[in-house]
């Protein structure tokens, strides 16, 4: 299995974001035993601007997988679950 890094992208005031948090923490931690290598970061813009120009992202939150914005807002946990093992294959 290929090693995943998901990338939370929050801003300050953002009621959604820590849904999104919450999700992804979530789901990782059931997918463990399927992708032992996944790792999650979670990036205020407002303290990296850099990275919203990377990602050309006008919204929060927003999650990437492996250096591509995979989902604005917050996805279904089935969604990024399969997004997730596709990614690790």
């Not at 591509?68 to 093992?85: C, I, N, S």
């Amino acid at each position: 299995m290929t090693m995943v890094r998901v990338e939370v992208l929050t801003a300050p005031g953002c009621r959604k974001c820590e849904a999104a948090k919450a999700l992804v923490v979530n789901t990782i931690a059931r997918l463990r035993q399927e992708i032992p290598d996944l790792k999650v970061e979670v990036i205020n813009l407002a303290d990296h601007p850099e990275v919203a120009v990377q990602y050309r992202v006008m919204a929060t939150p927003a999650i990437a997988i492996n250096g591509v914005l995979a989902f604005y807002g917050t996805p279904k946990e089935a969604d990024l679950r399969q997004r997730l093992l596709e990614v690790a294959r």
